[in-house]
């Protein structure tokens, strides 16, 4: 059974930064394709920032240039670092995970205040 467990989140004034962790257990991680989606209040979940088993990313481009997304396969874990956030970054942060199937964190809750 694949698990994906997220951490990281929390409340930062705008311009702070966050580093979200997701760890994943009961696959093969190093040949997951890995992505972080979030969902703001009132609005659909759209995908943040993806990365393939060969490690290229790809981002929206809302967060290019501030958010960066990286994987290790040794920990099972994919980051994703968040600089200059701003308060339209609030929402739900999502970490999913595909290979056979596609698998779905908790959320972490992620506040930027003005």
């Known amino acids: 059974q694949v698990q994906l467990v997220e951490s990281g989140g929390g409340l930062v004034q705008a311009g702070g930064s966050l580093r979200l962790s997701c760890t994943v257990s009961?696959?093969?991680?190093?040949?997951?394709?890995l992505g972080w989606h979030r969902q703001a209040p009132g609005k659909q979940r759209e995908a943040v920032a993806t990365i393939t088993n060969s490690a290229i990313t790809n981002y929206a481009d809302s967060v290019k240039g501030r958010f960066t997304i990286s994987r290790d396969n040794a920990k099972n874990t994919v980051y994703l670092q968040m600089n200059s956030l701003s308060p339209e970054d609030t929402g739900v942060y999502y970490c999913i995970a595909l290979l056979t199937g596609t698998y779905w964190g908790q959320g972490t809750q992620v506040t930027v205040s003005s």
């Open positions: 009961g696959s093969i991680f190093s040949r997951m394709f």
